[in-house]
């Protein structure tokens, strides 16, 4: 398994912007899908996004058009970029890594996870 570790987590009003910055604390990754998944208060962790081991993304449908996950292989990290932030966003994010290229939108499919970075987004 890969140690990951989040960054960028705070709190902004509705209609503003966070990056959320995940990486490896130790092996390259370049090579392994990634994931974000969240956790908004009171309820269960769900799927935020993803990105294969070349450059296929996908979202769920409520962040669609707004939050955009990207990598950057020289610097081992993976970002959300995450605009137009709602109330509704507010969660725990944490970022996920499996060793199988693809498009993977269920928790059992990572087996490595971040500790989570709180986004807290006032109305």
């Known amino acids: 398994q890969v140690q990951l570790v989040e960054s960028g987590g705070g709190l902004v009003q509705a209609g503003g912007s966070l990056r959320l910055s995940c990486a490896p604390s130790?092996?390259?990754?370049?090579?392994?899908?990634m994931g974000w998944f969240r956790q908004p208060p009171g309820k269960e962790r769900e799927f935020v996004a993803t990105?294969?081991?070349?450059?296929?993304?996908d979202y769920a449908d409520s962040v669609k058009g707004r939050f955009t996950i990207s990598r950057d292989s020289a610097k081992n990290t993976v970002y959300l970029q995450m605009n137009s932030l709602k109330p509704e966003d507010t969660a725990v994010y944490y970022c996920?890594?499996?060793?199988?290229?693809?498009?993977?939108?269920?928790?059992?499919?990572?087996?490595?996870w971040g500790q989570g970075t709180q986004v807290t987004v006032s109305s």
């Open positions: 130790g092996r390259t990754f370049s090579s392994r899908t």
């Open positions: 996920a890594a499996t060793s199988i290229c693809g498009t993977y939108y269920g928790q059992n499919a990572y087996h490595s």
């Open positions: 990105i294969s081991c070349g450059t296929t993304t």
